[in-house]
């Protein structure tokens, strides 16, 4: 049954230019090589969207600092078959806000070649380095998909506190007085009966300690 | 020193990696009591935490030195500490 599912998500598409032994993920396009050592690995996901993560029951075991994990899905595709499923969903419409960025520069060599990608004004101005790209400003984060759910699963009690690692809203994780601004990707949150309230402290990185 | 701000890893301006900071206690810099001049007590594991504003990248390497699993604060926005990706 896992194995009909999976060739059915990770067919490869007839008119496309993907090579026999590769495999396409239908739901992000990626394309993945070599079919035989994907299914020895026993790997059950795509690597990019991870999408066929949720036929696993080990979505449900999965323990971080001793909170549980509540598993992200994104797509149509993957939220239609959670469903399929008769798995419990909290869906959230995911947009990535303009308010992230983080800026870099790359720099190359003069001697060597070396080429490095730096993120601070302060570094690289020595006149060894020459300007390959000048510093330029990027949202750094993309969802493939505006639809996304996070797997809720059924014996979660109100006021639990829960580790998710794909946060699906916009938080501001840390803001540096160089202009970045960074989104919170991962986070400790409490469920609320309804909804998570994501605790963006947990994984704030304004200030490191430790 | 230089920290990249996702794996929190850190670095002197040099490049030599000094430690990957990492604490399982969401406790912040300003609920901790101070214990010293640049030094404040963990309420979570009653370890000292050092602010490392003021600290040379020498005496960093120092402090780690004699104690590798020294607890240390960086905020992103002190003048001595440059963000790598």
Known sequence: MLFKRLLDIFRTKPNSQTKKGEITCTECGLVYDNTLRFFKREASECPDCQYVKILTDKSFDEIN?????????????????????????????????????????????????????????????????????????????????????????????????????????????????????YRLSKSEATWTGEDFYIDVRSYAIGEFIG | MKINPSNKELYTDSGTFLKRLHCPISVMWKDMSENGSNTRMCSGCEKTIHDTEHLSDAELEHLLTNDPQACLKINLNQDNVKIIH
């Open chain 1, 65 to 181: 600092d001793g909170l549980r994990v509540i598993r992200t899905i994104r797509g149509e595709t993957a939220i239609k078959a959670a469903k399929d499923m008769g798995l419990k969903l909290l869906e959230l419409r995911a947009e990535v806000s303009d308010e992230f960025k983080v800026k870099y520069k790359k720099l190359q060599h003069r001697k060597t070649g070396e080429i490095i990608t730096i993120g601070d004004f302060r570094e690289g101005n020595g006149s060894e380095w020459k300007t390959l790209v000048n510093w330029t400003s990027e949202n750094p984060s993309k969802f493939f998909s505006p639809f996304a759910a996070y797997i809720i699963p059924k014996d979660l009690k109100k006021g639990e506190r829960v580790f998710i690692n794909d946060v699906i809203t916009n938080h501001v994780s840390g803001r540096w007085n160089q202009g970045d601004v």
